[in-house]
């Protein structure tokens, strides 16, 4: 199935999780949030939280500053 990632469409297997989805695109967990079609989604949830095809989902990573 395709999702897109950060604006770009990348190919995964059906029925993945967005913590299987992370893991596939080697993004550690620590320090990211993750929006699936525009809703954030708890990191509690990742495991539970399947992808469906066609999604858009973000990452982002926080970073420090000023």
């Given at each position: 199935?395709?999702?897109?990632?950060?604006?770009?469409?990348?190919a995964f297997p059906e029925g993945i999780?967005?913590?299987?989805?992370?893991?596939?695109?080697?993004?550690?967990?620590k320090g990211i949030a993750v929006a699936?079609?525009?809703?954030?989604?708890?990191?509690?949830?990742?495991?539970?939280?399947?992808?469906?095809?066609?999604?858009?989902?973000?990452?982002?990573?926080?970073?420090?500053?000023g």
């Amino acid at each position: 199935m395709e999702v897109q990632v950060n604006g770009d469409w990348r190919a995964f297997p059906e029925g993945i999780t967005v913590a299987r989805l992370l893991e596939a695109l080697g993004t550690a967990p620590k320090g990211i949030a993750v929006a699936l079609d525009g809703v954030v989604v708890r990191r509690g949830d990742w495991a539970g939280v399947i992808v469906p095809a066609g999604a858009q989902l973000e990452i982002l990573t926080a970073v420090q500053g000023g």
